[in-house]
């Protein structure tokens, strides 16, 4: 089997360094793990072996033998090949045309012949046991699983060149649903059993621990380990990537419910949602579960007035809850978007003008930003969610991913909110993070706020709310105490309203 081998790996950024002696061993035939804090300089190893960016120091052998990775030419002749979470695709295309993107397309007597490029993108995704996908199908109408199946199969188109043999995964399941996941699963399965490696990058630990051979964990740019799954576990593994005891994801309650429903929902109706009622009570954590299409999401958005609410009456403390944004946010609604860059952040502005940015008349006078206010509440704020940053002037995309959504959370408890609506509130953030995302939640219903959790993570929802309300085809099915639950019992309900395996 090949193996490729990085040692010594040296990264700065003026005056930051990113890698400080990285190394890392990939052997065809296994899954290793690559895990570790945001800003723990996974990303710019994996940006090393694409050939994207330069080592400043540091030797990498493909079977004993030093290789040059000074482009994306010399990765790709390599036999490596890098599927992102953020897939490039031409939605407008078909599924068989984006496979051949990056290769020239069949011809016949010098036009394009449209069977051979069928039948070739239908034999690549044989190869992976992929036969639900329609080659003509466009890419428009396929979800993120099955355009990342798409893209591994692309890879295996025969052609010219070194055969592919490592796939480097960064965070593929963060936009995925279970069934889609699963099928990636397989996926790796068959690639594996060809003789390939897989580079595996996510924060998913029930993912690593399931799937992969083998871990590495980087801290501050060092390998502090790399040893066989066999010889770890869950809590090593924590340890090993934030260097503290992390004993439980989900801090302990403290307090009690209200009993009096803060917030108020009758026949809730927009986008997807169809007609739904629920009560919220102060001190009280919700969560929202439910198959991709289910309307989780959609319930949120329409509660916010982000998405336009068809039917429905909706109070908060008894007061009829506005129909816009901004008057969701006076009212005491504040909301973490799913899509943290592109729904929440203003990448490449300060982070401080994310943060106020629905609050510029509480720090106003006469019309004028009050800066100085501004930055005191930043500040604040920034300490409030342990926001690690160089300044309140730092631009976001500067930021790892945890510090990012804690962005988010410092904007939506600015206003000193009385309810938070949050989707996939840790999603693509690290098991630090995330811990610390989940004590600021806890603590805000604790202090007596609410909270309605969107999210696609089961496991999540059972440690850290009280019920757990199931969607399913825009519909309410359930509303489940979440103690005693099991992930199993609860995907069942998603999967079947009726179920009583929950």
């Keep these: ?5 990085l040692s010594g790996l040296i990264k700065t950024y003026g005056a930051a360094r990113a890698l400080n002696g990285a190394a ?17 300089g996974k990303s710019t190893l994996i940006r090393i ?9 540091g030797r990498v052998t493909l079977d004993g033998r030093p290789i040059p990775l000074a482009s994306p030419a010399d990765a790709e002749a390599a036999g490596l090949r890098f599927l992102h979470q953020e897939l490039q695709v031409v939605p407008g295309l078909s599924v068989a045309e984006n496979m051949h993107l990056a290769r020239p397309y069949p011809t016949r007597f010098g036009l394009v012949d449209w069977g051979a490029l069928r039948r070739a993108a239908r034999a690549a995704l044989a190869r992976l046991g992929v036969d639900h996908l329609d080659p003509d199908r466009t890419m428009a109408a396929l979800g993120p699983g099955d355009q990342m199946l798409v893209r591994i199969a692309a890879t ?8 592919p043999w490592l796939y480097v995964l960064d965070e593929p399941t963060a936009a995925l649903t279970g069934a889609e996941a699963e099928r990636l699963f397989a996926a790796i399965g068959a690639l594996v059993a060809g003789g390939a490696g897989v580079l595996y990058v996510s924060h998913r630990l029930d993912e690593v621990l399931r799937l ?17 799954i066999a010889e770890t576990d869950r809590a090593r593994i924590i340890h090993d990537m934030t260097g503290r005891e992390i004993g439980d994801l989900y801090p302990p309650r403290h307090g009690a419910t209200s009993g009096a429903a803060l917030l108020r929902v009758r026949g809730l109706a927009g986008g997807v949602v169809r007609g739904i009622d629920f009560d919220v009570q102060a001190g009280e954590i919700l969560g929202l579960a439910g198959l991709s299409g289910s309307g989780r999401n959609a319930a949120l958005k329409a509660l916010m007035g982000a998405l336009p609410r068809r039917a429905g009456q909706v109070s908060l403390g008894g007061v009829a809850l506005g129909t816009t944004p901004a008057q969701c946010w006076r009212q005491g609604l504040a909301y973490v978007p799913r899509e943290r860059r592109s729904e929440g952040l203003m990448l490449w502005r300060a982070l401080a003008e994310t943060v106020t940015l629905p609050h510029l008349a509480d720090l106003s006078r006469a019309g004028f930003l009050r800066h100085r206010r501004e930055g005191q509440r930043v500040a604040a704020l920034g300490h409030a969610v342990g ?10 995309a500067e930021l790892s991913g945890g510090n990012q959504q804690k962005v988010l959370f410092a904007r939506a408890l600015a206003g000193q909110p009385r309810l938070l609506l949050l989707d996939e509130p840790t999603r693509g953030v690290d098991v630090g993070a995330r811990f610390d995302i989940h004590a600021l939640i806890r603590a805000f219903a604790a202090a007596g706020g609410a909270v309605i959790v969107a999210s696609s993570d089961l496991p999540e929802l059972i440690g850290l709310c009280d019920r757990i309300a199931v969607l399913h085809a825009g519909r309410l099915g359930a509303v489940l105490p979440a103690a005693g639950l099991t992930e199993a019992g609860l995907l069942a309900r998603c999967h079947d309203p009726l179920s009583e395996d929950a």
């Design 49 to 57: 072996l694409a050939g994207i960016e330069r080592a400043d120091a």
């Design 156 to 163: 295996l188109l025969t052609g010219g060149g070194r055969a």
């Design 1 to 5: 089997m090949p193996e490729l081998a």
């Design 212 to 228: 992969c051979q083998r871990v590495t964990v980087l801290r501050d740019g060092a390998t502090v380990c790399s040893r066989a």
């Design 24 to 40: 890392l061993a990939l052997r065809g035939g296994e899954v290793h793990a690559l895990m570790g804090e945001n800003g723990a």
């Design 387 to 396: 926001l690690k940053a160089r300044g309140s002037w730092q631009p976001c």
